[in-house]
């Protein structure tokens, strides 16, 4: 096997050097050994297909079959073939609700919204497994579609029983090349009846850098329309200052990979997340810190003027039936104590 790989990456290095086309082209190959009879012929297909996407991810464009790969391969699949039936079914896809906290007051101000799938055979399935695999395909317009309308749904059924707070969803860099999501968003608005300051919009810094142009275009037509904007992850992508000066966001999410070890006002940490408050502030944004967990980061960050926080310290995500409660019983004088440094 070892030898026959070899002689590929020979036989292959030698084409790319007599090549005179002028497009480049990539080639990936994978090698699927077999004793004929003893593997069913889909098995060797599919093998093969497995070793030619690992391929795809390494360097040398050629890679031997690996059935730990495979395995992982084949769920990827499954979960893909079942996703869409999920969007269909109505009871596997739900949203759960995390508050954000205003520190200087302790009360809840909004709520961010986060898909949840519950699968009929494997349970409930994380989304930081599916959500990757979703965005990659033709399925993440229907899904950010879904998420929409189920929180807008939810902010709608809100204002009948009198709680007014605004709900952030996310949406992916695969949406960014959607030419009507902003007239989808604004017909889903009108067509609840509610405000455009209801519904936040969150954008991973990652997702606008990678179509920085068009994500600039399209925030501006959202802001345009009075939808607020955040920017999350903040801090864990490369964009410039000069760029994040152009983006008209309001809110800026500091990432809970800043935020989990702040235990003092003092150190690297510290000083690291003081200066991303600071210039955020400066430049106009409202600081959320993400994955706050103890009292002692929740009063440093009062301290330097992040303005609110979410994370475990003050609730998990919820369904709806549990936030309601939890806003019911934090509205009838059991509200967190307000973080003042």
């Known amino acids: 096997e070892v030898a026959y790989m070899q002689l590929l990456r020979s036989a292959f290095a030698s084409l790319r050097a007599a090549s005179s086309v002028r497009f480049v082209t ?52 499954d979960l893909l073939r079942d996703f869409g039936a999920a969007l269909e079914a109505g009871d596997q896809l739900r949203l759960v609700y995390q508050p954000r906290i205003e520190l200087a007051t302790g009360c809840c101000v909004g709520a961010e919204a986060l ?14 497994e599916f959500i990757p695999i979703i965005e990659q395909t033709s399925l993440a317009r229907p899904t ?25 969803v996310n949406i992916s860099a695969a949406n960014l090349g959607e030419a009507d999501l902003i007239e989808r968003i604004h017909l889903g608005l009108l067509k609840r009846n509610l ?43 490369h ?7 152009r983006l008209p966001a309001q809110v800026v999410k500091i ?17 690291l997340v003081e200066t991303m408050v600071g210039l955020a502030r400066k430049m106009g944004y409202r600081c959320v810190a993400e994955g706050v967990e103890t009292g002692k ?19 998990r995500p919820m369904d709806v039936e549990q936030l309601v409660c939890w806003m019911s019983e934090h509205r009838s004088g059991n509200a967190p104590t307000p973080m003042v440094a």
């Open 239 to 245: 964009s410039s200052l000069a760029y994040l000066q």
């Open 26 to 77: 990539t080639v990936a190959i994978g090698v699927r050994p077999f004793l004929l009879g003893d593997v069913p012929a889909d098995d060797v297909l599919r093998g093969a297909a497995s070793a030619a996407q690992d391929a795809r991810r390494a360097d040398g464009s050629i890679a031997l079959y690996s059935s730990s790969n495979d395995t992982a391969h084949q769920r990827q699949y």
């Open 297 to 315: 980061a929740a009063v440093i960050l009062a301290g330097i003027g992040c303005e609110e926080a979410q994370g475990f310290l003050f609730a």
């Open 195 to 237: 405000r455009p300051d209801q519904l936040e919009i969150e954008l991973t810094e990652s997702a606008i850098m990678d179509q920085p142009d068009q994500a600039l275009a399209m925030l501006r037509e959202l802001a345009g329309a009075g939808i607020c904007l955040a920017i999350d992850d903040f801090g864990t992508g």
């Open 255 to 271: 990432d809970q990979a800043f935020v989990r070890d702040l235990t003092e006002a003092a150190g690297p940490d510290f000083v």
């Open 115 to 128: 898909l949840r799938w519950r699968h009929p055979r494997l349970g409930d399935v994380s989304p930081a």
């Open 144 to 168: 950010t579609q879904w998420v929409l309308d189920a929180a807008m749904d939810q902010l709608a059924a809100w204002r009948h029983t009198g709680i007014d707070i605004a709900l952030s």
